[in-house]
């Protein structure tokens, strides 16, 4: 916007001088000139700031966007931890169109921006103009008032003991199809893909408990289901709008655009479909199982009126599209750090003897279980001013030896245990923390605790290549490119899941 406006000013000036052809030329390259002194080193409208260092590759008017573009996906993560271990915790880079990021990689700055001054940070209007054609006005992409109902409302569902009993046995009922599928590939030798069985368990998951049944994902691993193609193909989207100025150009001029309506279009239509078959049975016996949509469209508004489809729609997109890959990605790299070659076996073997003592021949049950914010005050903690975004790696922290000491790069799952873990909280936030900490936390616990403990209590697990760092692709999580190849054999002592 700051560049229409000098380009606009400057049409003006030529239109209305009475100065010759030459002063109106002088005039322009005057301000032209003075346009590039003032904006040489970062992007149009944006703060000059002196006291942050910046990454190398800042160009006039345009700040970091050609360094941004020029980084794939696939190396974003990589590029963050390599800028923190070159210009410190605390760095900036500036884009036209988005503003300046500070990336502060402190848990003292996350704590502060996420819990202590949360009121002075919102998401702000690029990340929800970004996120919004696909999220719709869900929990993900809305701010102020407008969250604080829906954040209220979702937490009170999710808290609701009858819900909490049902999305337990579904996700035991889900579980069991795991086992199923690891017990035939024990008996013919084949390799599984651990990566994607956890993505089809964790979305039939979603729908059994969000919908009522399942998208199907189970009996069709290695094709496609429309949904979940839909879900890794928006994500994919979301993550480069975050990082692009020029996206909606870019969606325009290429088939990007209209994939990514039609993706929301199919995604949209299924929880129509799911809507319209739940208002067709009979839920007249208060005793009958509900699960969370029902709840969603048996519930009021702020105003005491019953939630409109769109509404519910996306609710339910939101809390669907962002439980699957979280989760499932975060038991496939739990699944590879117990596995791999540098890992002390003593930690599976531990893990393992408490699955057996723990839990005998029973499972747990739910009882038993890249962020962005946006500066709305103007000045805080003496780094942020209004207009400016603050953004923060947990992938970069979680590699930090500033934060954990000269360990900092082993898998050590003792350092969670005992009083460490509530004063870990602000060093690593899987789950975020503070008024936006994630609702369905309960549930990836659940999912990962009850999918973890069957397939150790029943099966041996070895990875096919113990000594292959899996890549990660480009998304707003880090899903494994190829993969997590495994191969099971079954224990001695086989349990299913007592739904």
Known sequence: MALLHYLHLIYELTLTSTSTPSNKLKLITAIIALLTFKYRSHAIGTRRRDDLKEPKGAVPFLGHMPLMASIPGTRLHDTFLKNYRELGPVWSISLPGIGRMI???????????????????????????????????????TDGEDWKSKRKQATQVFNIKVFREYSSEMFSKESQKVVDYLDKAATSGAVVDFHELMHAFALDSFGSVLYGESFGCMKNIGGKVPFAEAITELLE?????????????????????????????????????????HRAEDWSDPNKKRDLLMMFMEATDSDGQPCSDQYIVDMMLNLTVAGRDTTAQGISWMMYLLLRKETDPEILETFIREVDETYGDNLPTF???????????????????????????????GRSELIWGPTAHEFRPSRWLGGEKSKSLNKSNPFHLGPRACVGQGFALLQATTIMGL?????????????????????????????????????IHRVDVKA
């Open 103 to 141: 990336h502060g990689d402190s848990p003292e700055l996350v704590e502060h921006v996420s819990k202590t001054n949360f009121e002075a940070y919102e998401k702000g209007e690029h990340f929800n103009e970004a996120l919004g054609d696909i999220f719709g006005k869900g929990i993900i992409s």
């Open 237 to 277: 989207v979301a993550s480069d709008r975050l990082v692009d100025p020029l996206w909606k150009l870019r969606e325009a001029i290429t088939t990007v655009g209209a994939e990514t309506r039609q993706n929301g279009i199919i995604m949209r239509q299924h929880i129509l479909r799911m809507i319209a078959k």
């Open 367 to 397: 009882e038993t279980h890249k962020k962005q914010k946006f500066a709305e005050a103007w000045y805080t903690i003496k780094l942020i001013y209004a207009g400016e975004s603050f953004t923060w790696s947990t992938y970069t922290m």
């Open 455 to 491: 397939v150790l209590k029943n099966f041996e697990v070895k990875l096919v290549e113990p000594g292959r760092l899996p890549a990660y692709g480009s998304g707003m999580t880090l899903p494994m490119v190829g993969g997590l190849p495994i191969r099971v054999s079954r224990r």
